[in-house]
Every structure is written in structure tokens, then in C-alpha cells.
């Protein structure tokens, strides 16, 4: 009889909680950690198995709460002292290393840095352009060396219900920022979790995933969009160097680049939900999202 699969998720953010609810109404296990004793609440509420872990506060006990995982994912940044997961428990993982089918590592394509509008693909070489690209660099090859070796997923723009350009438009935060030739690639947080789970139905550990869309888009593009879809004017538009944005917002504008998806079509055979921002942002709205 084959044992019940058992997910373990290192950070049940919004990406890993949205897969971490789809296995659990598939039949799966599914445990992992948050930062909050309030979320933690919640989790177990929804039958998720939730621990407490953050940088400093590492699992209370690692060995009972990895005992039976047979699929790993974290979605935990790195910070400035390194992956913090890592950090912890490497050394239990390499003891449970015998037990799992299949790790995964939620990674930006912030780590192929600017390429003025360019193409790149998961051949292409890693150049971050800041600190925080330069973190995940490191964090992957940290993951890789794990045995199995991680699977790498290089998460563009994250959107879905709840965190999309129609939230910004309603809550009245939103911004048409200008930058001639600034485009960005987005993913659908459902098409997020289709590419976890064929990658997890079909292994390839040390493999890297670019996770975007077909549309690499202008975001003053995307918002123009999500008020017409609303019916409401557009704000105007503001040329970048005159737009007041925080150092972090300020900080994507650094990095220009179209993202290849082409090898989880080909490789895992994935269909894009939702190509466009287009059809993502429609569906949220025709949700009731």
C-alpha cells in the first residue's frame, strides 16, 4: 500500500498556501510553517498542520515535524545573513533526504537582472542587478546542493484574487507609471500552483522553471486595463522620474526583461490558465474576487 503523500511547506505565504489547499482537497498531508501564532490558527483550522518558524525561531521540534514529508517546498526568502530555512535545518533535511520524492524552491526571476527589454530563458546566464537578486542567486545554489536537488522556480509578478492591478485600482493606490520600454512578466497565482504539480508529477530535481505568462507588459499598461474593466478613468499617466515610488517599488524598475516560459510547456506539459493579464485579471473579476 503506498503511503499518503505528505507536503511539508516552508513559508505558507500566498503561492504555497493556495498549492498547499489544492493538494489537501486532493488527499494529501499537508503541514508547514508560519510566522504567526493568529495564522497558525487559521491553517489548522483549514486542516493544515502549521508550525511556528522565522529567522531566529527555528522549528520546536524538526524531527517530529519532517517525519513522514515526502514532498518539500519552500517559498522562504533569503535575507541578509542567507537562506534562513537553510540555516536551521539543513542538517535535518539531509536526515529525511532518503524520504523525499520531490523539493521545490520558490526563487525571482530577479535573478537574471536587466537586459534591456531582452529575452532570457532558464539557460541564460544569472546577473542579478541588485542585492536582493544577488541573495536568491546564492539561496538557489544553497537549494541545489541539497540531495535530491531542489527544483527551481523563478516566480515573475505575482498576481491573483485578492493582490491584482483591480485591488490597487479599488483601494485607490493605483499608479500609470511611465518608463518607455519598461515591461514586466506576471504569473497567475492558480497557473503558479498547475506548474508546481506537474513538476511534482514528473521529477527532474536541479531543474529551473521560468513561472510567467505569454505578455511581458508595460505596468502602467496593466492598470489602464483593470479600470477599464472596472469602469473607472485610468489615473494619469507619470513619467518615472517624476513618480513617487518607494526605494523597493523604485528598485524593480532597475530590471527590463521578457521571460521565456517555454520549457514548462514543453518539459511539463503545462496550459496556461490565464497567457495574458488579460484573461487573469477578467477571471478575478468575473470570480467576484
Known amino acids: 500500500m503506498t503511503a499518503m503523500p505528505h507536503l511539508f511547506c516552508f513559508g505558507l505565504g500566498y503561492s504555497a498556501g493556495l498549492l498547499a489547499r489544492d493538494l489537501l482537497a486532493k488527499g494529501w498531508r499537508v503541514s508547514g510553517t508560519c510566522r504567526s501564532a493568529e495564522k497558525q490558527a487559521r491553517l489548522r483550522a483549514d486542516g493544515i498542520v502549521a508550525h511556528l518558524f522565522d529567522r531566529g525561531r527555528p522549528l520546536d521540534d524538526a524531527a517530529t515535524a519532517l517525519a513522514g514529508v515526502t514532498h518539500l517546498l519552500s517559498s522562504v526568502p533569503p535575507d541578509e545573513a542567507g537562506d534562513p530555512v537553510l540555516a536551521a535545518h539543513r542538517r535535518d533535511l539531509d536526515a529525511v533526504a532518503d524520504d523525499l520524492a520531490w523539493i521545490g524552491y520558490l526563487s525571482t526571476t530577479g535573478v537574471y537582472g536587466d537586459r534591456g527589454g531582452g529575452w532570457v530563458d532558464e539557460t541564460s546566464a544569472l ?28 516566480l515573475a509578478g505575482i498576481y491573483g484574487p485578492g493582490s491584482s ?54 505596468p502602467a499598461e496593466v492598470i489602464a486595463y483593470a479600470c477599464a474593466l472596472l469602469g473607472v478613468a485610468p489615473p494619469p499617466e507619470v513619467p518615472f522620474d517624476q513618480a513617487e515610488l518607494s526605494p523597493m517599488a523604485r528598485s524593480f524598475y532597475d530590471d527590463n526583461k521578457r521571460v521565456d516560459n517555454a520549457r ?16 487573469g485579471l477578467k477571471a478575478i473579476l468575473e470570480a467576484g474576487a
Open 127 to 154: 546577473t542579478p542587478s541588485g542585492e536582493r537578486g544577488r541573495r536568491r542567486v546564492a539561496a538557489e545554489q544553497a537549494w541545489l546542493a541539497l540531495r535530491p536537488a531542489a527544483h527551481l522556480f523563478r
Open 165 to 218: 492591478a483591480l485591488d490597487t485600482v479599488r483601494e485607490g493606490r493605483a499608479k500609470r507609471v511611465v518608463k518607455p520600454g519598461q515591461v514586466f512578466s506576471r504569473i497567475h497565482v492558480a497557473d503558479i500552483t498547475q506548474v508546481l504539480e506537474a513538476s511534482v508529477a514528473k521529477p527532474n530535481p536541479g531543474a529551473a522553471y521560468n513561472v510567467c505568462d505569454d505578455d511581458p507588459a508595460p
Open 264 to 279: 514548462i510547456k514543453h518539459e511539463l506539459g503545462v496550459v496556461l490558465r490565464y497567457p495574458s493579464y488579460r484573461d
